[in-house]
């Protein structure tokens, strides 16, 4: 994986192999540096992120972006990694792995093949993950959004529910 931050935001080129540079030894040179103190990774943006969080009391929030099939979902999952470790609940809720879980109901019913990618998903995914007053993990919400607009045929009365053909 190579990371180039771009102003702040960062771009990751994705190898398609695993890396070791995603341990628990990673995360903890990561945590409490500033940005710029460190080479870039999804890392050092989950740090700035947690650390304006704790400092400002405010939400905040990363935008995973990409192609199907660039590793956006283990992006994603390396983040939670993240704050599950330097809020101290790693160990205890493996957040990544409950929140994460959904998708392949989600995914079962709703991907399409393309050029790219065999089993793309067609849903976006809108990841919260709530906080006690000491900045650990207390809960996940994931939403999925149909971004195939085209697709569907019509929107019955339950918010949420959408009929397509395929």
């Known amino acids: ?67 199907s099939g660039a590793g956006k979902t283990v992006s994603a999952k390396y983040a939670m990694r993240y704050f599950a470790t330097v809020g101290g609940s790693a160990s205890e809720t493996n957040v990544e792995e409950k929140v994460l879980a959904s998708s392949p109901i989600m995914e079962a019913i709703g991907n399409a093949k393309t050029t790219r990618n065999d089993n793309s998903s067609r849903f976006g995914k809108y990841i919260e993950i709530g906080f006690d007053r000491h900045f650990h993990i207390i809960g996940a919400n994931m939403r999925t959004y149909l971004l195939e607009k085209s697709r569907v045929v019509f929107q019955v009365g339950i918010a949420g529910y959408m009929l397509y053909h395929t």
């Open 1 to 67: 994986v190579v990371f180039v931050f771009a102003g702040i935001v960062l771009v990751a080129i994705n190898p398609y192999e695993q890396m070791s540079i995603y341990g628990e030894d990673v995360i903890y040179a990561y945590s409490g540096q500033n940005m710029g103190d460190m080479d870039p990774h999804i890392f050092a943006v989950a740090e700035e992120a947690y650390k304006q969080m704790a400092r400002d009391e405010k939400n905040q929030s990363i935008i995973v972006s990409g192609e």
